[in-house]
């Protein structure tokens, strides 16, 4: 079967009228591989507990990192986004590590609302459906604060201190993410990248789970995101723009970023680490990747 993208699609059907691209992709959905479907999860995100976050209409970006773990480069990786960003972040934790992340570091930063904390109770490690469930629910994204973008990074992730790009550089983008093979293992070919280290329009993507069949959908939530706003025109990044914004498994570029590093080809590794040497502070936990 042919590889789809939204740009074929979109080609395909009258581009105004999103009602048929839908009914399409209901007929399309079943057809593609099953990897980690919402479906799959077991768990239920209770978000009645959590307020809407409300900040300074100025700024332009938000940050949000969820992790259930303790996982020893959280405040690695936590002070190297805020240090560089100098964003508002959202951290979605549980019971399970919430004391784990509570140093009097993030508690300086909760008091001062530049942090806000959301424990989701008592919960087991996410598995990539879970992680994908969550991303994908409507409750979670109109709870986020109304900014024009939204930054996601997780604890593989990091952000390069001599990289000449600033955040401001990508501002324009709908979605981009780290670089990743776009024929993706459901059958599409996808552009924008890995969501581990992202930017995503939040109006684009609260339209994409409003309109489209999120409960149908085959895939991670990075490949909903950056699909459906590609079909609602938003601007998803290309391979080459991506490779700009992060690193993952070619270092093309002196990239802003950098994801899953441990994916990084080894002819690339000398060149990556001497440019970023900070990234090898990332832990990748010794189990199945989960965020895909």
């Known amino acids: 079967m042919k590889y789809l993208s939204a740009a074929d699609i979109l080609d395909e059907f009258d581009s105004d009228d999103l009602s048929n691209i839908k009914d399409f992709l209901s007929t399309l959905y079943p057809k593609l591989n099953q990897i980690n479907p919402?479906?799959?999860?077991?768990?239920?995100?209770?978000?009645?507990?959590?307020?809407?976050?409300?900040?300074?209409?100025?700024?332009?970006?938000?940050?949000?990192?969820?992790?259930?773990?303790?996982?020893?480069?959280?405040?690695?990786?936590?002070?190297?986004?805020?240090?560089?960003?100098?964003?508002?972040?959202?951290?979605i934790c549980s019971d399970k590590n919430e004391s784990f992340?509570?140093?009097?570091?993030?508690?300086?930063?909760?008091?001062?609302?530049?942090?806000?904390?959301?424990?989701?109770?008592?919960?087991?490690?996410?598995?990539?459906?879970?992680?994908?469930?969550?991303?994908?629910?409507?409750?979670?994204?109109?709870?986020?604060?109304?900014?024009?973008?939204?930054?996601?990074?997780?604890?593989?992730?990091?952000?390069?201190?001599?990289?000449?790009?600033?955040?401001?550089?990508?501002?324009?983008?709908?979605?981009i993410g780290s670089p990743w093979d776009i024929d993706r293992p459901v059958g599409l070919k996808i552009n924008g990248g890995s969501g581990g280290l992202s930017i995503r329009d939040i109006e684009l993507s609260r339209k994409a789970i409003e309109f489209f069949d999120v409960l149908n959908w085959p895939g991670g939530e990075d490949g909903f995101f950056a699909f459906h706003i590609e079909l609602l025109k938003g601007k998803v990044a290309s391979l080459n723009e991506a490779s700009k914004f992060s690193t993952q498994q070619h270092f093309y570029y002196k990239s802003y970023g950098c994801h899953k590093v441990s994916l990084l080809q080894k002819k690339y590794r000398e060149n990556f680490y001497e440019y970023c040497p900070e990234s090898t502070q990332i832990e990748n936990p010794l189990i199945i990747d989960i965020f895909d």
Not at 67 to 87: A, G
Not at 155 to 162: G, N, R, V
């Open 38 to 91: 919402i479906e799959e999860s077991k768990k239920n995100f209770v978000f009645k507990n959590f307020k809407k976050i409300n900040i300074n209409k100025e700024d332009y970006f938000f940050g949000l990192i969820v992790e259930t773990r303790k996982v020893s480069s959280f405040h690695i990786v936590l002070k190297n986004f805020l240090e560089i960003t100098d964003l508002k972040v959202l951290i």
């Open 101 to 175: 992340i509570r140093t009097s570091y993030v508690e300086d930063l909760i008091k001062s609302k530049k942090i806000f904390l959301w424990n989701m109770g008592d919960i087991e490690d996410l598995i990539s459906c879970d992680y994908n469930k969550l991303l994908l629910s409507r409750e979670l994204w109109s709870l986020l604060p109304d900014t024009k973008k939204i930054f996601i990074f997780q604890t593989d992730s990091f952000l390069c201190k001599k990289s000449q790009l600033k955040i401001s550089d990508f501002k324009n983008f709908d979605y």
